[in-house]
C-alpha cells in the first residue's frame, strides 16, 4: 500500500520470566487495511495485542503510530491516541445500563455541575446503536439482559465511537451464532471503510478470508509468514500455522 503505515511493530519480543510469549515480530498496519493474526491457542496472539494497547510493555523492540515511537505505561494512553480494544471476554460492566457502557470512563457532565449527563448520554447511545444496528431494546438496557449478540455488537460499537485510528479485535464473534456474526462482519466492515485500520485474532479462517487483506501468521510466538489473502488459500494458511505441509 502506498499510504504511510499507521502502525509499525519492530522486532518485538514480550518475555515473561523465562519464558517467550513472542520473538522478532514485525508488522505494518495502514489506514484503511485489515490484518488477521492466525495461529493456534499460545501461538503470541493475545500477547500482542496487548502491547499494542499498553496493557504489556514489549521487551525489546519499537512501536510507532504515525510515525512516532510510543510507549504506553497503561492502556488509558493507548485510548488517548486513538486505539481501541475490543477483548474476547468484551469488558463490559453487566450491572450498568447500554449507555453506561458506552461512556465507561468517559462519562459526560452537566455543564457546571459535578453530576452525569445522563439525558445527553442515553440520546448519544441510541443513536449510535441504530446507526451500527444493533438491535437492542434500548439504550437504558442493562448489559446482563442482552444476548451475547448484542453485548458484542455493543462493545464493538462502543470502539467504533471512539477510536480515531486503530481497532483491536481479539476473536470477536468466537461465541456468536451464524446471523450475530454476519452483524459483527458488517460493523467492521464500515469501519475500513471509515478508514479505520483493524487488527483481528480469528480462528475462523472462513471469516479471515472474508475480512482481511493481509493473514499474519504466529506458531509458538514466532513469526512464521504475511501473506495477502487474495494470493493465498487456507491450505498454505493451515501449513504456516501447524508446521505440517
Not at 503505515?5 to 505494518?28: N, T, W
Not at 487495511?33 to 495461529?39: H, K, M, N, S
Not at 453506561?100 to 448519544?124: C, T
Request: aromatic share 4%; hydrophobic share 45%; glycine share 8%.
Amino acid at each position: 500500500m502506498e499510504t504511510q503505515p499507521l502502525l509499525e511493530l519492530s522486532h518485538i519480543r514480550k518475555q515473561f520470566g523465562g519464558v517467550v510469549a513472542v520473538e522478532d515480530f514485525s508488522l505494518d498496519l495502514h489506514p484503511g487495511e485489515i490484518v488477521a493474526l492466525v495461529g493456534d491457542n499460545g501461538a503470541g496472539k493475545s500477547t500482542l495485542i496487548k502491547m499494542i494497547s499498553g496493557v504489556y510493555q514489549p521487551t525489546d523492540g519499537a512501536i510507532r503510530l504515525s510515525g512516532e515511537t510510543v510507549s504506553f505505561t497503561d492502556a488509558s494512553e493507548a485510548r488517548a491516541r486513538g486505539i481501541e480494544v475490543v477483548y474476547q471476554d468484551l469488558a463490559l460492566a453487566d450491572q450498568q445500563p447500554v449507555y453506561m457502557n458506552l461512556f465507561l470512563g468517559r462519562e459526560k457532565l452537566m455543564k457546571g455541575l459535578p453530576l452525569l449527563d445522563r439525558r445527553s448520554m442515553v440520546k448519544e447511545a441510541q443513536q449510535l446503536v441504530e446507526d451500527l444496528d444493533v438491535r437492542i431494546p434500548s439504550a437504558k438496557a442493562t448489559i446482563r439482559d442482552l444476548s451475547g449478540g448484542q453485548r458484542q455488537g455493543i462493545a464493538i460499537a462502543r470502539a467504533t465511537h471512539w477510536a480515531k485510528q486503530l481497532i483491536l479485535l481479539d476473536e470477536p464473534t468466537a461465541a456468536l451464532g451464524v446471523a450475530e456474526t454476519a452483524k459483527v462482519e458488517k460493523q467492521i466492515a464500515a469501519l475500513k471503510e471509515r478508514n479505520v485500520a483493524i487488527l483481528i485474532i480469528s480462528h475462523s479462517l472462513d471469516q479471515v478470508f472474508r475480512l482481511s487483506d493481509r493473514i499474519c501468521v504466529l506458531r509458538r510466538g514466532q513469526q512464521i509468514g504475511i501473506r495477502e489473502t487474495a494470493k493465498t488459500d487456507k491450505n498454505e494458511i493451515v501449513a504456516m500455522i501447524t508446521g505440517v505441509n
